[in-house]
């Protein structure tokens, strides 16, 4: 359990008396989980920090019509429940559940508290919650204030920037994409179709070139 915990950023700088302590007492432990296994459904307590060893963890916000968007992933390294241990609320806002076969440590409220007086998990810790806030104010740009059209061509612009090309892979699939940009597949492919049909793009499967004026294309 050391090595597993010292691999881990957020633990590593830790007192190792004071990690032995927490494990002793049973506020540290790993979890496994199967593909399709909920982590925590939507309004039940959280009373964990949960650091994903493996895998892939989705949330997912359900409507009253039954229909569900993803909104997060997820994976090795990042953290879930941390902002929801102190907070007035501790239930999941969201059903958080198993993509792909995966590992959780989960960290105790109590374990966090403790942890806390040292200064490097508190820094830590701080800039792990600023990153989630982050992408859950992303998230909320995307939703409220664009068109898909807008949030597709931003996110193709983005990854082009990373991939320093204007020939990108997708580094996910394009349901996952549909997921990430919360829409249904289809909706996606029309979308993907009218913009090479209009000449903003290319598409080869996951292969996507840009045209420089894509700007020109974002209302459609």
Known sequence: MF?????????????????????DDGQLYTRKFAKGMVLGNQKDPCD????VLSGSFVTYSLAENGSAMQVFEFIKGQMLGANLLFGDSHTYPLTVYCAAEGEVLRVSKKAVTAFLRDADFAMAFIVMLSQNSQRLNQKMRMGLHK??????????????????????????????????????????????????????????????????????????
Not at 48 to 51: E, F
Not at 164 to 190: C, E, H, M, N
């Open 147 to 220: 068109t898909l059209r807008e949030n597709l061509l931003e996110y193709l612009e983005q990854q082009a920037r990373l991939q320093q090309s204007d020939t990108l892979v997708l580094p996910i699939s394009k349901k996952q994409l549909a997921d990430y940009l919360g829409v249904q597949r289809p909706s996606l492919f029309r979308e993907l179709k009218k913009l090479v049909e209009e000449g903003a793009i290319a598409s080869k499967g996951r292969s996507i070139t840009l045209n420089h004026r894509t700007d020109d294309f974002r209302r459609g």
């Open 3 to 23: 090595d597993i915990i010292k691999a881990i950023p957020l633990l590593s700088a830790l007192p190792q008396k004071e990690v032995k302590r927490q494990l």
């Open 48 to 51: 964990t920090l949960d650091i």
